[in-house]
Nanobody, 113 residues
């Protein structure tokens, strides 16, 4: 069992930036692939991007160029830097770790005036 905890969510104005963090409770963090997802009411969870143990990143088209995923293996942390935020980015954001397929509890991001 790997526990994940997201933090850093909140209210931000359109065009603003926010950095989400996800802490993992595993000594093997460096070998895991980590991903970020988001979910809005009535919709399935949406894939945003992933970072591999080799630090290779991939992003969904909806956020490519605006969101950046990074990781710090010394801290067992993965980050989601969100720039140029739009109202449609409003969602609960989740981190996900593989192998094992564990989810965090989510953190709310609201983009609004």
């Amino acid at each position: 069992q790997v526990q994940l905890r997201e933090s850093g969510g909140g209210l931000v104005q359109p065009g603003g930036s926010l950095r989400l963090s996800c802490a993992a409770s595993t000594n093997l963090f460096r070998i895991y692939t980590l991903s970020w997802y988001r979910q809005t009411p009535g919709k399935e969870r949406e894939f945003l991007g992933t970072i591999s143990p080799q630090y290779v990143t991939e992003y969904a088209d909806s956020v490519n160029g605006r969101f950046i995923i990074s990781r710090d293996n010394s801290k067992s942390m993965v980050y989601l830097q969100m720039n140029s935020l739009k109202p449609e980015d409003t969602a609960v954001y989740y981190c996900f770790i593989q192998p094992g397929s564990y989810w965090g509890q989510g953190t709310q991001v609201t983009v609004s005036l």
